[in-house]
């Protein structure tokens, strides 16, 4: 029988339908309507069982203190300002990042069943978890789905010492054969903001090329690269490429933040200690009906997929992978296990929130 959890030293194994049970409690404790903090919980949920620990539970803090601050409305619907056949202009309305996105991809793959193509931009909205959740929402529908998110200004463009553009994640997933699919989500940072957080909770330095500190030097220490330095663009320096990082990260932010009207690059909210105002992230989706172009994608596709992995690997213990891989073998893993393994420090962190909200803590083994 699972017990109540503690805080013990090892990994802590919680159910997937406790996991959301935990979210959902906290949600709505902090002031968010049933169905807003539903869709919260299938969101942190999802991003865990996928093994993107950064964006599941290690965020519902931040969504909690959002709430109870005001500084988002967990009760308002998004709307639609503007739109076409094809596209749609929608205000977040300040709502949960979850809810505004799940709200945006859903018209989009409306509009792709009747044009073929269905592309939403949002302004007015707040941190939607995973972009891969948003993207597979079309995958479900055999069609191609995008997303893409601004977010607090924590890339050092290329040659600069101060933060500018988000981690500004995107996020591609299409359908293949037999249930196989391509799904890609990556920030255009080194490393998402929330690996850094998992490394400094744990008491562990990051590598070098993911942050740089205030002097604009490569850093390996994590409160560093979290209080006074920033992110380094995917690739890192200059001399690796680091400026194709900083080019994605502003196409992300011309797709989001520029075309949904929303606030941009280096004049949105601050991460910490800028909590005066709203987010006001902008974010865009994207469904694509591939049967609207040549016949057999979906076989093709899973032609190439098969091809890439059959490659000789450099490592025989390494075999060659394609986007979404390690998510498909982290699902496995938690199916067989029964579970998520959550780090102590996690557990820790949501039994502190489970006593301030009077919420029932997860139960574990």
């Not at 409690?25 to 869709?39: F, L, Q, S, T, W």
């Not at 509009?111 to 959740?133: C, D, L, M, P, Q």
């Not at 037999?178 to 998402?192: E, H, I, K, Q």
């Not at 209080?227 to 011309?254: D, F, H, I, R, W």
Request: proline share 6%; hydrophobic share 40%; aromatic share 6%.
């Amino acid at each position: 029988m699972a017990q109540q959890l503690t805080t013990a030293a090892g990994p802590r194994l919680v159910a997937l339908a406790e996991v959301q049970r935990f979210v959902r409690e906290c949600v709505a404790k902090a002031g968010a309507p049933d169905a807003h903090a539903r869709a919260m919980a299938s969101v942190l949920a999802e991003a865990d069982r996928r093994g993107h620990f950064s964006h599941g539970l290690n965020r519902l803090d931040m969504y909690v203190n959002d709430l109870q601050s005001g500084l988002c409305d967990g009760a308002v619907t998004p709307r639609v300002l503007r739109e076409t056949p094809a596209t749609a202009w929608v205000d977040g309305c300040n709502g949960l990042g979850p809810v505004v996105g799940t709200f945006c991809m859903e018209l989009a793959i409306r509009k792709a069943r009747e044009t073929g193509v269905g592309w939403v931009a949002a302004k007015g909205s707040n941190h939607f978890g995973i972009a891969a959740w948003y993207s597979m929402m079309a995958l479900k529908e055999n069609m191609i789905g995008m997303s893409f998110t601004n977010t607090s200004p924590f890339l050092s463009p290329t040659r600069s010492k101060q933060a500018a553009l988000g981690t500004n994640p995107l996020s591609l997933a299409a359908p293949a054969e037999g249930g196989d699919s391509y799904v890609l989500d990556m920030a255009t940072t080194a490393v998402a903001v929330g690996k850094i957080e998992v490394q400094r909770r744990r008491g562990e330095r990051i590598p070098a090329g993911w942050a740089q500190d205030a002097s604009g030097a490569a850093t390996t220490d994590p409160d560093e690269a979290m209080n006074v330095g920033c992110l380094m663009p995917l690739g890192g320096a200059e001399s690796t490429s680091g400026y194709k990082g900083y080019g994605l990260a502003l196409m992300v932010e011309l797709l989001c933040g520029v075309l949904a009207g929303a606030t941009y690059g280096p004049d949105v909210r601050k991460w910490m200690g800028d909590e005066d105002r709203p987010a006001d992230l902008g974010q865009c989706f994207v469904a694509v009906d591939p049967q609207c172009f040549a016949p057999g994608f979906e076989g093709r596709l899973q032609d190439l997929l098969s091809k890439l992995r059959a490659m000789e690997p450099a490592d025989p213990a390494a075999p060659v992978l394609v986007a979404g891989d390690p998510e498909r073998a982290h699902e496995a893993k938690v199916e067989r296990e029964g579970g998520v393994s959550y780090h102590p420090s996690q557990i820790i962190a949501c039994e502190e929130l489970a006593k301030s909200l009077g919420v029932q803590p997860m139960d574990g083994r």
